[in-house]
């Protein structure tokens, strides 16, 4: 079916560098539709000459951008809010097409965006300093805040338009420019954005995109990595991504914020309210299919409420409907590519082997297409299955039973890594001991849908550092200069 857009220009394919849409190397990227590999349409698989033209652009755009009044950028920015809502239909169908996820949840992340776009545009105006009683007469003492420079964005195909928003919003806000490579598979969410962001005002080069394909990839950030004017990294993606970055920025001592993966924990006491908890964990864990990284992975339930939870769950994941997003009813789309429904499949037959048992699903769907996984649910989980120590990134279940809170706080926290946690407890007692014991950057208490733009998102550990959203969020942009006048008396 072809992809039909109100607005058809927002479909483009050609990166954007100092305010041109550019064609690039003549090598090209095809994206496709992860439902039925059609080809949408094809972008630039660009090197390190576009990396480099986009960086010039940045680097030369920076000063006057810096030195804008904050209201004017948060106008500025108001305006990208505006125009991104006023084709929140266009937007909706252009993730949908290009990731796969149901339509109403296309749309919804076009909302989703847009909030950290508007919340940035208010922050951009509260940038505010320190005026520091100083220790001796005659002299005043500053703390102020500056934009760190330009900014390299790396994002990730699970949220093509939200996970842009709330890296480039902060950065805008905070007087920095851009360049930014989208992930291969979804790059045409993030031009449209682009263009968007250019009708609403944001001069040539302060944001730039770059489309590479997996292959290419390296040649761009690597450009980018190597050259002291960049001058932060921003990431959203897996852990020894991640760790490379830190890795090879360290030269240039880049400020870094890594979004890594996750491996949450999903936790339903003795004393919750278990249909409570299968409603949080089926908003949890079914968003975007299971593709994401604050998606409960690892699911510990308590003796007392285990079956409960597992046959009212089964019945509820049984019942979701996978289809294409193009199928208004779809609950469930399309994972993104053919190596992710491996690793799925990997991962269930590997529990399946160590003695884990099907409650639903735990196949393959070829009759929808080879992209598509049943959503699953298991039980008999243990830590030594690969699906307790590997982030799945789709829609399987493994449930795990536990008898004391000691034991479940224990295996939680068994984990490298820390980006987020749930459980579900009536306990006020238990809820703060729990919560204090939990080794994660979020936690979500009786509470299955815990991002929010006014929100810090990150994780500890080997799920990264720095927060996205919140005001802590804009601070990730800013560094902070003390300026002290001495002579005063
Ligand atoms: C992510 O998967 O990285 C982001 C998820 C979210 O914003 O909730």
Redesign the pocket.
């Known amino acids: 079916m072809p992809l039909t857009l109100t607005r058809a220009d927002l479909l483009r394919s050609a990166n954007f560098i100092a305010g041109q849409w550019t064609p690039g190397p003549g090598a090209l990227l095809a994206v496709t539709d992860p439902a039925t590999g059609a080809t949408i349409t094809q972008v630039p698989d660009s090197g390190a000459a576009e990396a480099l033209a986009a960086l010039n652009a940045a680097h030369a755009a920076f000063p006057a951008w810096k030195k804008l009044p904050a209201r004017q950028r948060a106008q500025t920015i108001k305006r990208w809010n505006d125009l991104v809502l006023a084709h929140q239909d266009d937007l909706g169908r252009l993730i949908s097409r290009e990731q796969g996820k149901p339509l109403a949840e296309g749309k919804g992340e076009v909302a989703?965006a847009a909030s950290y776009i508007e919340w940035f545009a208010e922050e951009a105006t509260r940038m505010n300093g320190e005026v520091i009683p100083a220790p001796v007469p005659g002299r005043r003492m500053f703390a102020l805040k500056e934009p760190v420079g330009v900014v390299a964005a790396i994002t990730?195909w699970?949220?093509p338009a939200?996970?842009i928003a709330r890296k480039i919003a902060p950065a805008l806000a905070a007087g920095c420019t851009v360049v930014c490579k989208p992930a291969e598979d979804t790059p045409l969410t993030s031009l449209a954005l682009v263009l968007l962001a250019h009708e609403a005002g944001v001069p040539a080069g302060v944001l730039n995109i770059v489309t590479a394909s997996r292959e290419k990839t390296p040649e761009v950030v690597d450009l980018w990595l190597d050259d002291a004017r960049v001058r932060k990294i921003t990431f959203?993606g897996s852990t020894p991504v991640g760790k490379h970055l830190a890795r090879r920025s360290a030269d240039t001592l880049k400020k870094l914020s890594l979004?890594l993966g996750g491996n949450a924990p999903f936790i339903v006491f003795e004393d919750a309210d278990v249909d409570a908890a299968v409603d949080g964990f089926m908003a949890a864990k079914f968003r975007n299919g299971g593709q994401?990284?604050?998606c409960p992975n690892r699911v510990f339930v308590h003796d007392r409420v285990h079956d409960e939870f597992a046959s009212k769950l089964s019945a509820r994941v049984a019942a979701l409907k996978v289809g294409p997003a193009s199928d208004l009813a779809s609950q469930i789309g399309p994972m993104i590519n053919d190596r992710a429904v491996e690793k799925i499949a990997r991962h269930v037959q590997d529990a399946v082997a160590r003695g884990a048992k099907v409650l639903t699903g735990g196949q393959r769907l070829p009759g929808l297409g080879p992209t598509y996984y049943a959503p699953t649910v298991l039980v008999g989980a243990d830590a030594s299955m690969a699906c307790s120590c590997e982030e799945t990134f789709g829609p399987v279940a493994p449930l795990t039973r536990f008898a004391t809170e000691a034991e479940v706080i224990a295996a939680a926290n068994d984990t490298p890594f820390g980006l987020a946690a749930y459980f579900y407890s009536n306990d006020v007692r238990r809820i703060w001991r729990v919560a204090d014991a939990l080794e994660t950057g979020i936690v979500g208490i009786n509470e299955g849908v815990i991002?929010a733009e006014a929100a810090p998102?990150g994780g500890v550990k080997e799920s990264g550092y720095g927060r996205e959203g919140s005001t802590h969020g804009l601070d990730d942009y800013l560094h902070t200069k003390y300026l002290c006048q001495g002579q005063l008396d």
């Open positions: 989703y990730p699970n949220f939200a996970m959203t979004e994401t990284c604050v991002a998102f």
